[in-house]
């Protein structure tokens, strides 16, 4: 009876998480703090109210990932909203977009898309559909 239950266990954990490539190492991910996939993916991006152009180093549906250093990350809180200017490879024009920050970590700043118009929801997704038939260069 007890090694039923551990093994109806361990199959509830696997079916719970999943691994990703993400920004070129494999990570153990919850999947439900996950709304979208993420595709590795590199853009210079513009923060208003900051200086100097960051990185982006993964882009999804959802969201995005922006590298940046210790100065700007300590500026930054959970929740703040920012206005993005960002320049994608599939599309003709600038984009503005407002995003949230999701997280704050050691390398950068997780963010999710708030308030998308249509002309930016469907550059982002044409962006994402053609990088994420892509690999990462080793």
């Known amino acids: 009876m007890r090694i039923r239950a551990i093994a109806k266990r361990r199959q509830r954990t696997k079916e719970r998480w999943s691994w990703i490539d993400v920004r070129s ?3 153990e991910v919850d999947k439900e703090k996950r709304d979208a996939p993420r595709v590795e ?3 210079p991006v513009k923060i208003e109210g900051f200086k100097g152009e960051k990185r ?3 882009i999804s549906l959802g969201g995005l990932f922006i590298e940046c250093e210790n100065t700007l990350r300590r500026k930054l809180e959970y929740g703040q909203t920012l206005r993005l200017f960002m320049k994608l490879p599939t599309y003709h ?4 977009v ?3 920050v ?3 970590g050691e390398r950068g700043i997780g963010c999710k898309y708030v ?3 249509q002309k930016n929801k469907n550059a982002i997704k044409d962006c994402f559909n053609v990088f994420k038939h892509t690999l990462p260069i080793a």
């Open 25 to 27: 190492r494999l990570e």
């Open 41 to 43: 993916f590199h853009c």
């Open 56 to 58: 982006i180093t993964d």
């Open 93 to 96: 024009e600038m984009l503005t």
């Open 98 to 100: 407002k995003v949230r």
């Open 102 to 104: 999701a997280s704050v």
């Open 115 to 117: 308030d998308l118009n």
